[in-house]
């Protein structure tokens, strides 16, 4: 069952970076009072490093317990250990060798130099075991209840290396699969698929720059998930827009309320 979005729109993509910063704080510290731990997935891109920096940055970032937080990825390009345009490098960068997390409980997906060699398919059924091991039987399926799960939305409304038309969006069975033939380099990916993503409790989507405004005014418009994958992520209790103005420039005011930020 889908939640119906919320919407919050900053002034520019800093202060929408620092509000999400702080916001994810307190959602982590949260469920680590409730229940000793949390896990959050991550996002690459312009906008989750921007968060990742903004919350390096944030004065707040000690009242999370770093050691009791899981760390997963949404998608993950398709290359060597430590290249620049892998995510977990740029993640590593923004804020995770600045924190005292524990090395077992960040999930970092297979690269290409890994145990699965070139074999994008062996890499993603090895990360949907991985996810399923972490599964508890309060899950009720093979992934855990992510606490917060972060996606950008691209300027063709993907989310994750979910692509409009391609068949990983259609998939509905498996939770991770590999990727070939991305419209935007490099092709060959590894992603969490659409069943995956709903399965956590929050889903925030982020988008800030004028590029944004027409994924985000089709995703929040009623279009279907196959055409437009940002519409069909959405979260068990809540589904959450981060935007800048200009990413909101396109929408109906109608849809959210005047920004106080």
């Given at each position: ?8 729109v ?22 680590q ?12 891109g ?8 903004a919350?390096a ?5 000690d ?26 490098t ?23 130099d ?20 972490a599964a508890g ?11 917060v ?20 969006v259609?998939?509905?069975?498996r ?79 109608s ?7």
């Amino acid at each position: 069952m889908s939640t119906a979005p919320q919407l919050v729109v900053h002034r520019d993509k800093e202060l929408m970076a620092q509000a999400a910063a702080a916001r994810l704080i307190t959602r982590i510290v949260d469920a680590q009072a409730s229940r000793g731990s949390a896990s959050v997935v991550l996002t690459g891109g312009r906008n989750g490093n921007g968060l990742l920096a903004a919350l390096a940055a944030a004065p707040a970032r000690d009242a999370v317990d770093w050691s009791r937080l899981d760390l997963w990825w949404g998608d993950e390009r398709f290359l060597p250990e430590g290249d620049p345009e892998r995510n977990v490098t740029q993640a590593r960068q923004a804020l995770l060798d600045s924190v005292p997390l524990d090395p077992k409980r960040v999930h970092a997906m297979p690269a290409s130099d890994g145990p699965y060699g070139d074999d994008v398919d062996a890499a993603a059924a090895a990360y949907a075991e991985e996810l399923a091991r972490a599964a508890g039987p309060e899950n009720h399926g093979p992934v855990p209840t992510f606490d917060v799960l972060m996606l950008g939305v691209g300027p063709d409304t993907h989310v994750a290396s979910l692509f409009p038309e391609l068949p990983a969006v259609r998939e509905v069975d498996r939770t991770v699969v590999g990727v070939h033939g991305a419209p935007k380099p490099p092709p060959t990916r590894v992603t969490l698929t659409l069943p995956a993503i709903r399965a956590a409790r929050e889903v925030w989507l982020l988008a800030a720059g004028e590029d944004k405004a027409q994924a985000a005014a089709i995703a929040l418009s009623g279009a279907g998930e196959i055409q437009a994958p940002a519409a069909g992520a959405y979260g068990r209790s809540r589904t959450l827009w981060l935007l800048d103005a200009a990413a909101a420039s396109e929408l109906p005011r109608s849809l959210y309320p005047p920004a106080s930020a």
